[in-house]
């Protein structure tokens, strides 16, 4: 079965302090890899899509990344807004989209 | 204008009971889905739907069932329910070939 693994599960950071999301996912099949944004009793909010190793798209402090079996997401000076739970998701054949367990990012002001 | 909307937005409701959730997207896109993310916040596709295919995933139960009346609208309906169909449920919607999904509010549904 097609896996999408996120670590950490929870991330505590300081206001300003950069760090980086890691997703992992199986290789065979894969489609496209996503970013959503999540917040409390919402519904997932698009970020980004990568499609082939190497490529890169940013928007504001984050930026997204794709390497052959991982993608990262990396936050630059985050502020408290940027608070929120965040999915990766790997789309396969037949529509088939696997979401990670998110990662959890608490900024503290 | 909401793009992809719900409702309701909470249903409480007995076991065994009969329910639908309705969806719809204003956003033009060809397919539509459902989703059901649990109380660990895990998001798992239970449909996929465009006017020419649904694509079930196989571990959903066949009291779920989705039904389209048109392009802009998926519904969900839910027979016999049970406990563990408590969840949030999410309806999305995407346009074939560009693959971005985007998602609806959540309907919350708690089974007692």
């Known amino acids: 079965e097609d896996q999408v693994t996120q670590s950490p599960e929870a991330l505590r950071l300081q206001e300003g302090e950069s760090s980086s999301l890691n997703c992992s996912y199986t290789?065979?099949?894969?489609?496209?890899l996503f970013w959503y944004r999540q917040d409390p009793g919402k519904g997932p909010e698009f970020l980004f899509t990568l499609y082939s190793a190497g490529e890169e798209k940013e928007k504001e402090r984050l930026k997204a990344t794709l390497t052959k079996k991982e993608s990262f997401l990396h936050i630059t000076a985050p502020k408290p807004e940027d608070s929120a739970t965040y999915l990766c998701a790997g789309r396969y054949n037949n529509n088939d989209m696997r979401f990670g367990a998110g990662t959890r990012l608490t900024v503290k002001p | 204008d909401t793009a992809v909307s719900q409702t309701p937005k909470y249903l409480v409701t007995q076991m065994g009971n009969d329910k639908s959730i309705k969806c719809e997207q204003n956003?033009?896109?060809?397919?539509m889905y459902w989703y059901k993310q649990d109380s660990k916040k895990f998001l798992k596709i239970m449909f996929s739907?465009?006017?020419?295919?649904?694509?079930i995933n196989e571990t959903v139960p066949n009291r779920f069932s989705p039904k389209s009346p048109d392009k802009a609208h998926l519904n969900l309906h839910i027979n016999s329910l049970e406990l563990g169909d408590s969840a949030v449920y999410f309806c999305?919607?995407?346009?074939?070939?560009?693959?971005?999904?985007?998602f609806g509010p959540g309907t919350r549904l708690l089974v007692l």
């Open positions: 999305a919607s995407s346009q074939p070939k560009v693959e971005t999904q985007y």
């Open positions: 956003l033009g896109h060809d397919t």
């Open positions: 739907y465009n006017n020419k295919e649904l694509i």
């Open positions: 290789v065979s099949g894969l489609r496209g």
